[in-house]
C-alpha cells in the first residue's frame, strides 16, 4: 500500500478509471455480440446494431480505452459483413437541423486608418564597424 498522499491518491484514480474501462470494454463485447447475431441471422435492424457497436468503438478508441487499430478492426469485419448482406449502414439524422437561408450582413463603410509615421529602425554595427575585438593594441 502506498504511504505518500499523492500515491495513496493515485491509487483510487486507477482503481476509478479501472472499473470505467472494464465497463466500456463489456458493454463493447455485448453490443458487438449482438450486432453478430443479427447478421448472421440477417435480420433487418442489423446494420442499426453494427452503427451501436461503430460509435460505442469509436468513442473508447477516443478516450484511449482500446487502441485505434483495434477499432478500426472491429469496425472493418462488421462492415464486411454487412456489405456481404448487400446493407448499408443507416444515414445520421439526429443532430442535423435544417438549415435557414442566412440574410446577408450589411456592408459596413470602410473607413481609412490614419497611419503614424514609422521610426527607423537602428542598425546593427557590424564587427568591423565596431572595431573588432575589444582589447586589441
Not at 49 to 78: C, P, Q, T, W
Not at 99 to 108: C, E, G, L, S, Y
Request: hydrophobic share 30%; charged share 50%.
Amino acid at each position: 500500500m502506498p504511504q505518500i498522499k499523492s500515491a495513496k491518491k493515485a491509487l483510487r484514480q486507477s482503481k476509478k478509471r479501472r472499473l470505467k474501462n472494464i465497463q466500456v470494454k463489456s458493454k463493447i463485447r455485448k453490443a458487438k455480440r449482438t450486432a453478430q447475431k443479427s447478421l448472421r441471422a440477417k435480420k433487418k435492424d442489423a446494420p442499426e446494431k453494427v452503427k451501436e457497436v461503430i460509435i460505442l468503438v469509436d468513442k473508447a478508441a477516443k478516450n484511449n480505452i482500446i487502441h485505434k487499430n483495434k477499432a478500426g478492426r472491429i469496425k472493418s469485419k462488421l462492415q464486411k459483413k454487412l456489405a456481404i448482406l448487400k446493407l448499408e449502414l443507416p444515414k445520421r439524422t439526429k443532430g442535423k437541423k435544417p438549415t435557414k437561408a442566412k440574410k446577408p450582413a450589411k456592408a459596413k463603410k470602410a473607413k481609412p486608418k490614419e497611419s503614424k509615421p514609422k521610426k527607423p529602425k537602428a542598425k546593427k554595427k557590424t564587427k568591423k564597424e565596431e572595431g573588432g575585438k575589444k582589447g586589441k593594441k
